[in-house]
Every structure is written in C-alpha cells, then in structure tokens.
C-alpha cells in the first residue's frame, strides 16, 4: 500500500525543488534589475539633473529632520534665496557642509550674506555665511533613515565592496539567463529529434 505514496514523492519534491529554483531566479533577477535602476539614478539621472544627496549628520534640525536622514537637493540661484528655505553650504571655519535654514538675508543679491539656525537649536549660527557662487543647493525633499546607507558607501572600501557586489549580481542573473535559454534551446532540439525518429519508425 506504501508503494504507490512512495512513487508520488520525489515527482513532488522534483517540482517543488523546481518551484523553489524558479523563484530564486525570479528573485535574483528584481534584486539585479533593481540594483541597476537605483544605481543608473543616482549614478547617471541624478548628476544629469543636478540633483543632490546630503545624509544628516547631526539632530539640529529637529523635527524637520533627524540624524541619518537623506537630503535631497537641487541648485538655486542666490539671488532667489528667501527666509525658510535651507541650502546646503560649508560656513565660515567649518570644514563639512551644514543644511540650516535661513533667518535673514544680507549684503547683495549676488553675494548675500545668511544668517541661518538649526531649527533644534535655541540661537541662530554664530556665523555669517556670505555666498560667493552663483548657486548654491536647496532641499527640496526629506527621505527618512535613507542616509545611512550614502554614509556607509562613502567609505572607500565599503563603496568598492558594493560595486563588487553588484558586478556579481549583474553577472550572476546574466549567467542564469544564459543557462536557461541554453537548456530550453537543448530540450527544444532533443523534442523535436525524438519526434523526428519516431516518425521515420512509423513510416518505415
């Protein structure tokens, strides 16, 4: 009676080993496809359109934002700065970046001259900042938790470690679709040569 249950098992398991094989693939090919999306807009779309990323480094400008949130910023022209907005520049005896918004603006419209606060802070910036360029970038938009992830890429080893890894990724999911069009072309030709024999059997 044991039999018969027995012969029904390993067609199961075969299939679903073959269900599992096929989703791996499948889940290899979206983590592939979008590595290369998100890797082509920051790489490509994003310097393109002059659009920026910053992570938050500090708890300044809570609640607007929070350390390890990603800025995303596009250019503005100096002149058109106003009261509330929040650039990205490095102030006077700083060495990194601050994204602090502005309280008043002085000087020319060509070199104005911020006075700006963090909004978590109780006083405005102990500097000046007078702005020589013509442009400086702007946030537009806030992505929460999303700058981790830049901050851990900067680092030159880390960056190196993800670009291998999407190498092997890209190269992986090209190898797989190279072997399944092989098999699929080789199980097509062993069909169609088996059905060529039969054929000739019969009319012999």
Known sequence: MDAPLNSCTGPRRG?????????????????????????????????????????????????????????????????????????????????????HRITAIAGTPDHPALTTKGDANPAPDSWRAVLNQAQVPVVVLTVPSLGIPLLWIQNPFQRALLTGVFGL????????????????????????????????????
């Open 169 to 204: 990724s890209i190269t992986g999911s090209a190898v797989l679709w190279i072997l399944r069009t092989t098999s699929a072309s080789t199980g097509r030709r062993a069909v169609s040569g088996a059905s060529g024999r039969r054929s000739a059997a019969a009319t012999n």
């Open 15 to 99: 299939a679903v080993a073959r269900r599992s094989l096929s989703a791996l693939r499948v889940l290899g090919t979206v983590t592939a496809a979008a590595a290369t999306l998100v890797f082509l807009a920051v790489g490509v779309v994003a310097p393109l359109l002059h659009i920026g990323f910053s992570p938050v480094l500090t708890g300044s400008m809570r609640p607007a934002y929070a350390p390890g949130d990603l800025l995303i910023t596009v250019p503005a022209d100096v002149s058109s700065l106003q009261p509330g907005q929040i650039p990205v520049f490095t102030p006077p005896g700083e060495s990194v970046p601050f994204a």
